[in-house]
C-alpha cells in the first residue's frame, strides 16, 4: 500500500469520527470544535485529490468564519444544555434507524460497484505548472458564467434583505444624562396641602 493510500485512510478514519461525535456529542460547542476537525481533515483529502483551491476555501470560508461566528453565537446566547439531555435519550433510537438507513443508502449508490477504480480511474498526476485555481475559474466564467452570475444576484439579494430586516426601527428606552443632572425638585415633586378629613365624613 503506497504513502497516499495510507494518508488518505488515516484522513478517512478522522473524518469519521469528527463526524460521529458532531451528531452524538450533547456539548454544542465541542460538537462545533469536532465539526472544525471534520473540515479540516476534509480540506486534506481535498489536497489528495489536488483540489488545492477547494481545500483552501473550505479552510478560510468555513474553519475561519462560519464555524467561529458559530461559536461566538453559541458562547453568548448561554444554552441551556439540560433539555438537550433529556431528549437525546429520547429520540436515540429513531436516531439509529435513521443513521442506518442513510448508511445503506450511501453504500448502495458511493458503493465499489460505480465508484471502484475498474469504473473510475484514479486522477491523473497533472504536470508541474498547473494551476487548479485557474482551471475552476475557466470554468466558472465561460462554461457556467450564467449560473454563476445568477447565483450571484441571488446571494446579493439575500444580504441586502438580511441588512434591511436588522435596520428595522427598534423602540428602546434611552437616558439622557445632561437632563437628569439639570433636573430640578420642584419638576419631580409636587407637594399639596390638604385639610384633615374625618374618616366617618368620608364614609
Known amino acids: 500500500m503506497s504513502i497516499e493510500k495510507l494518508i488518505f485512510y488515516g484522513f478517512a478514519v478522522i473524518l469519521l469520527f469528527a463526524a460521529t461525535m458532531v451528531v452524538t456529542i450533547r456539548n454544542p460547542v465541542k460538537a462545533a470544535l469536532f465539526l472544525i476537525l471534520a473540515f479540516f481533515t476534509s480540506a486534506g483529502i481535498w489536497l489528495i ?44 433510537p429513531i436516531g439509529i434507524v435513521v443513521a442506518a438507513l442513510i448508511t445503506v443508502e450511501m453504500i448502495a449508490v458511493l458503493g465499489a460497484a460505480h465508484f471502484g477504480l475498474d469504473i473510475v480511474a484514479a486522477p491523473i498526476p497533472h504536470p508541474e505548472g498547473y494551476s487548479n485555481t485557474r482551471e475552476i475559474g475557466l470554468l466558472l466564467y465561460t462554461v457556467y458564467v450564467y449560473p454563476f452570475e445568477i447565483a450571484s444576484v441571488i446571494l446579493t439579494v439575500a444580504i441586502v434583505a438580511a441588512i434591511t430586516l436588522t435596520l428595522r426601527e427598534k423602540k428602546s428606552k434611552s437616558q439622557n444624562i445632561a437632563e437628569q443632572v439639570k433636573v430640578r425638585r420642584e419638576d419631580r415633586v409636587r ?5 384633615a378629613v374625618n374618616k366617618e365624613e368620608v364614609d
Open 49 to 92: 485529490l489536488e483540489a488545492e483551491f477547494l481545500a483552501l476555501i473550505l479552510v478560510l470560508v468555513y474553519v475561519g468564519a462560519v464555524m467561529v461566528l458559530f461559536l461566538f453565537v453559541v458562547m453568548m446566547l448561554d444554552i441551556d444544555l439540560a433539555p438537550l439531555q433529556e431528549g437525546f435519550t429520547q429520540y436515540l
Open 191 to 195: 407637594l399639596i396641602k390638604m385639610d
